[in-house]
């Protein structure tokens, strides 16, 4: 029955069942291997980005999950709640790429085996293949491992003391969504995090990272390289996907992932029906182009990254990157727009 499911459903099925029936971390692990391969394998089939994006993120919250049921033990698990960041909590991972995650405890919970557990899953996370994050927001540090008050506490200080590192912070936490333990935790706090959207100093500190990374486009339309490679994270998904965050939080809308926050915007007249259509599908070419050098560079033996090879694109991928540049750079300009920001 599993040779027979991996044939017919691209052993997405079959990854799923391993995942629901392993007892150990080990188990976890040897489960979680195949999803690079199915990546690449769906990929050259020509999948959608919106599919692969969904299917993987379904995968990738199990194997967390998982994890979290192996190292916290089950009496213990209603009061906790594990957060996903990031591009994972926006559910656009694709790649294994680094671990970001939050905790958030109930009020008056005390459990001295805690820190332990959570060591655990950050290390057990490193042998499955998410590398730790450099900048170490993940549940083994216990600045994003805080209880329901504290969370509140540290909300109205972002309010208090707007700054880059405020802007920073929120924005990664905008983007959580609850995998495991007791959902209800999160949304306790949904309220306090939402009121920031009525917070203008606060929205322009945000709004200023889209700005921040300059033009992906040289003087003469060309697309901007630094030795051999565009950065497509730095020069053209970044600035979508945060100004549309930044959007999101201004107009309350409730939307982590970054297509759906886009026709929501259009829908609540925040942003027009034309940018709204190019700006998701700029957003797609962005994230196939990145992938397809990932598995490029992976192939090779290679760390990938975030840069793609310019030169070696088909001439139809260089023309879409471009066109898709030029979306960003329009975006950018409703973003300025929108929160009175200088050039």
Not at 17 to 37: F, K, N, P, V
Not at 161 to 189: C, F, M
Request: proline letters at 4%; aromatic letters at 6%; hydrophobic letters at 45%.
């Amino acid at each position: 029955m599993a040779e027979v499911l991996a044939h017919y459903a691209s052993s997405s099925h079959l990854i799923s069942l391993r995942l629901a029936r392993a007892q150990t971390l080990e188990d976890i692990a040897d489960a979680a291997r195949g999803m690079t391969d199915l990546v690449r394998q769906l990929h050259a089939q020509g999948a959608k980005m919106s599919y692969l994006m969904e299917l993987v993120s379904a995968l990738n919250s199990r194997v967390m999950a998982r994890v979290f049921e192996q190292v916290v033990p089950e009496e213990f698990r209603d009061r906790l709640c594990l957060l996903l960041l990031g591009s994972e909590g926006r559910r656009e991972q694709i790649l294994k790429t680094d671990q970001d995650n939050a905790l958030i405890l109930a009020d008056g919970f005390d459990w001295p085996g805690l820190p332990a557990a959570m060591q655990r899953f950050s290390e057990a996370l490193a042998r499955i293949g998410y590398p730790p994050c450099p900048g170490q927001v993940m549940v083994n540090n216990p600045h994003w491992r805080l209880d329901q008050t504290a969370w509140r506490e540290r909300f109205a200080q972002w309010s208090r003391v707007a700054d880059g590192q405020t802007s920073l912070d929120l924005a990664i936490v905008l983007d959580a969504r609850p995998v495991a333990g007791n959902t209800a935790l999160y949304e306790s706090l949904l309220p306090s995090l939402r009121a920031l959207g009525k917070d203008a100093i606060l929205l322009r500190y945000l709004a200023d990272a889209t700005l921040s990374k300059g033009n992906p486009l040289t003087w003469r339309g060309q697309v901007r390289e630094a030795e051999g490679r565009a950065d497509l994270k730095r020069g053209g998904v970044f600035p979508l996907v945060h100004g549309l965050r930044t959007l999101a939080l201004k107009h309350g809308i409730a939307h982590r992932n970054s297509f759906d926050r886009c026709a929501s915007l259009v829908a609540a007249g925040a942003m027009d029906a034309e940018l709204g259509r190019d700006v998701p599908q700029a957003l797609a070419v962005l994230m196939r182009l990145r992938l397809g050098q990932q598995l490029a560079d992976l192939d090779a033996g290679c760390v990938p990254g975030n840069g793609v090879d310019v030169a070696a694109l088909r001439r139809l991928d260089r023309e879409l990157l471009r066109d898709a540049l030029r979306v960003v750079n329009g975006f950018k300009e409703h973003v300025q727009s929108e929160f009175h920001l200088g050039a």
